[in-house]
């Protein structure tokens, strides 16, 4: 990353100035600099930054627009990374949330450069007062492999290099890592992972990793690793899947909010759970009208094949729940319908835990997360009925598509306390000021604050 973030100031380190809007003369700003700033249009409109020249013309600081502190996002800070020159800077005005300026400068910095674009300039941003500096680094790194596990085309980033990427996490923080894959997925109950990946010649698989004392309240994250999603016999229009290496954003971001427990040290025994697989056109690809048997013993009607997320899923949730753990996440992106109703920037979330809905919209406002609760309506579970199946996997009026996926998630968890799944969109379809256009992280930064507090502070 571009932004790299130091312990304290430097003595060749660049002041920053936040000015709200017509704030200029609150930030101590001497009257050379305010008059510069009027000269050049500046006033404090959010996300403006002006570079404030010595009388030689070289930079000396710099000024940054919050606007209406009502109307701010903290994290547009990121826009820094972009608007500085390279070298040691500081945050002149402490804002209302340092911690998340100084996380939205690094992530604004981030740059995929695995084919060859330039990494930019080189900005090193001394840490504001009260800041946890190793949270700090910990978030950004774990939001920078998510990125660049779902910016990789599904060429360098089919089922095999996600499982390696598990793998060296793994190695990483010295957890355990198992892989079921290809037709013992069959010998060993999961059979509907096989179906919807057997297509493709990179075999599929479900990786399982494990971490922390068997003593320890159980977490456990289930992740959408679809590394490529052509729509299987129900195939997508071209335009359709030109962002389909983004459909295993669910694992990529399970594997980003385990990177974060994991270096905090969390007094959990977490579990991540990936099935991998490309929902691939071949001979044997499963098919519309097939009858798939899942781990848990319920009869699985096929509908449509581009409803293959929640078939993965489902097998993985059922082998979660069998050991009762304190809490499940499931994060996917799992529908167009999600994206219909709430946009991509605003990920719908389901559960039936109120105290865990409750603390999940609170962490995502203090955290600027965007998450947002939709209901779990039972009356629309009757929607996946089949003729000669226990359920369908898809229903046919086409309504309520991102409730009635929850639903038929909801059906393979009995036993956990708890259960939370996540409809993300993990992408950003334009420039943001703390991300580029590509991959994105949703939803783990919130969900890290949640498990931290959960797990942590009780002393559990």
């Known amino acids: 990353?571009?932004?790299?973030?130091?312990?304290?100031?430097?003595?060749?380190?660049?002041?920053?100035?936040?000015?709200?809007?017509?704030?200029?003369?609150?930030?101590?700003?001497?009257?050379?600099?305010?008059?510069?700033?009027?000269?050049?249009?500046?006033?404090?409109?959010?996300?403006?930054?002006?570079?404030?020249?010595?009388?030689?013309?070289?930079?000396?600081?710099?000024?940054?627009?919050?606007?209406?502190?009502?109307?701010?996002?903290?994290?547009?800070?990121?826009?820094?990374?972009?608007?500085?020159?390279g070298g040691d800077w500081h945050l002149a005005t402490t804002p209302e949330k340092p911690q998340l300026a100084a996380l939205g400068v690094l992530l604004g910095g981030y740059v995929f450069t695995r084919y060859g674009k330039k990494p930019g300039r080189d900005l090193r941003l001394a840490a504001p007062a009260g800041t946890d500096v190793d949270r700090l680094r910990r978030t950004a790194d774990a939001i920078s492999l998510t990125r660049d596990l779902v910016n990789t085309p599904t060429s360098d980033m089919g089922p095999e290099q996600l499982e390696q990427a598990a793998r060296a996490l793994a190695g990483r923080f010295k957890a355990k890592i198992s892989v079921v894959k290809g037709d013992d997925l069959l010998a060993k109950n999961f059979p509907m992972i096989?179906?919807?990946?057997?297509?493709?010649?990179?075999?599929?698989?479900?990786?399982?990793?494990?971490?922390?004392?068997?003593?320890?309240?159980?977490?456990?994250?289930?992740?959408?690793?679809?590394?490529?999603?052509?729509?299987?016999?129900?195939?997508?229009?071209?335009?359709?899947?030109?962002?389909?290496?983004?459909?295993?954003?669910?694992?990529?971001?399970?594997?980003?909010?385990?990177?974060?427990?994991?270096?905090?040290?969390?007094?959990?025994?977490?579990?991540?759970?990936?099935?991998?697989?490309?929902?691939?056109?071949?001979?044997?690809?499963f098919r519309p009208g097939d009858v798939l048997t899942s781990r848990k013993g319920l009869t699985v009607e096929i509908g449509n094949t581009d409803a293959e997320g929640r078939l993965v899923l489902a097998d993985a949730l059922a082998l979660a729940d069998e050991e009762a753990p304190d809490l499940i996440i499931d994060m996917a992106t799992l529908t167009g319908a999600a994206r219909v109703a709430l946009g991509p920037d605003l990920p719908p979330f389901y559960t039936d835990d109120e105290a865990l809905a409750s603390a999940v919209s609170a962490a995502a406002a203090e955290e600027e997360d965007p998450l947002w609760r939709m209901p779990l309506w039972r009356p629309y579970d009757a929607k996946l009925s089949s003729k000669v199946a226990d359920m369908n996997n898809v229903t046919t009026d086409g309504f309520a598509g991102s409730v009635t996926a929850a639903l038929f998630l909801r059906r393979f968890v009995d036993k956990a306390k708890s259960w939370v799944h996540f409809d993300i969109f993990a992408w950003n379809p334009s420039d943001r000021p703390w991300g580029p256009t590509g991959g994105e992280a949703q939803g783990i930064r919130a969900l890290e604050r949640i498990i931290s507090d959960r797990y942590r502070s009780s002393g559990k």
């Open 1 to 85: 990353m571009p932004v790299e973030l130091i312990d304290k100031k430097s003595r060749s380190s660049r002041p920053i100035h936040l000015v709200s809007k017509n704030g200029l003369s609150d930030v101590g700003l001497d009257a050379t600099a305010i008059a510069w700033a009027k000269a050049s249009g500046f006033n404090g409109e959010a996300g403006k930054t002006l570079l404030l020249p010595d009388p030689r013309g070289a930079v000396v600081g710099a000024l940054f627009g919050v606007g209406v502190a009502k109307d701010h996002a903290v994290l547009s800070a990121g826009a820094l990374a972009k608007a500085l020159p």
């Open 194 to 285: 096989h179906a919807v990946g057997r297509a493709s010649p990179d075999a599929p698989r479900l990786i399982d990793l494990t971490w922390g004392p068997k003593s320890a309240p159980k977490v456990t994250l289930v992740g959408k690793g679809v590394c490529f999603d052509t729509g299987g016999l129900d195939i997508k229009p071209a335009a359709s899947m030109l962002t389909m290496k983004k459909d295993m954003g669910g694992a990529a971001n399970v594997l980003g909010l385990a990177s974060m427990i994991m270096a905090s040290g969390l007094k959990v025994r977490l579990r991540v759970l990936i099935p991998a697989v490309e929902n691939a056109i071949a001979g044997n690809a």
